[in-house]
């Protein structure tokens, strides 16, 4: 059975590449990152920051398109959480040349930083090298690289899997 390597293919989700944690190209932590947005507010008695209007983040290969993304820091302003919500909230990012890119989109994409857990919320699928993981919830642990998808009474999880081809194996860990 074809695998799908679910901690690199997830690994990319949302911010992920802000923390030090990111699994996608080395290059890509390296690079600036690059946020646009129609408002932007930031709160210094809550730590709140938050972006709304067609914001688009890139940094290297990783580029998210949310209509809003709220960001929640630390005294230190160090992220602890970040959260893009749109219709949907889309990301891409190659994961490596080998593996190719990996695309994701939901209603709402979470990265915990502080439990490393990755969610993705709403008519959420995540998709690389023509293997697909869909459903109604899907959350990713960086940490333990535990992977849960939930589905609903309207929408069941699925997965695909493409044909086997021996040159090019995709993996599940």
């Known amino acids: 059975m ?6 690199n293919t997830l690994s990319f989700i949302l911010l992920a590449s802000l923390s030090s944690a990111v699994l996608a190209l080395p ?3 390296k690079q600036p990152i690059r946020l646009l947005a129609d ?5 210094q008695s809550t730590g709140v920051t938050q972006y709304s209007g067609n914001v ?3 940094q290297g290969t990783l580029k998210i398109n949310a209509d809003s993304i709220t960001l929640n820091l630390s005294k230190k302003r160090s992220i602890n959480t970040a959260i893009a919500k749109g ?6 990012q190659v994961i490596s040349k080998a593996k190719g890119k990996v695309q994701g989109r939901a209603s709402s994409i979470e990265y915990n930083n502080l439990t490393g857990i990755i969610t993705l919320s709403g008519n959420a699928k995540l998709t690389q090298n023509g293997a697909s993981f ?12 535990d992977v849960e998808a939930l589905g609903n009474k309207q ?14 194996p995709v993996s599940i860990r």
């Open 2 to 7: 074809p695998k799908i390597n679910l901690k």
């Open 87 to 92: 219709r949907p909230a889309r990301m891409e």
């Open 39 to 43: 408002k932007a507010t930031y709160r």
């Open 134 to 145: 869909a459903g109604e919830k899907i959350r990713y642990s960086l940490k333990a690289g």
């Open 27 to 29: 290059s890509d932590s």
């Open 155 to 168: 929408r069941r999880v699925e997965l695909i899997f493409p044909p086997n081809d021996r040159s090019n």
């Open 56 to 58: 688009i983040i890139t």
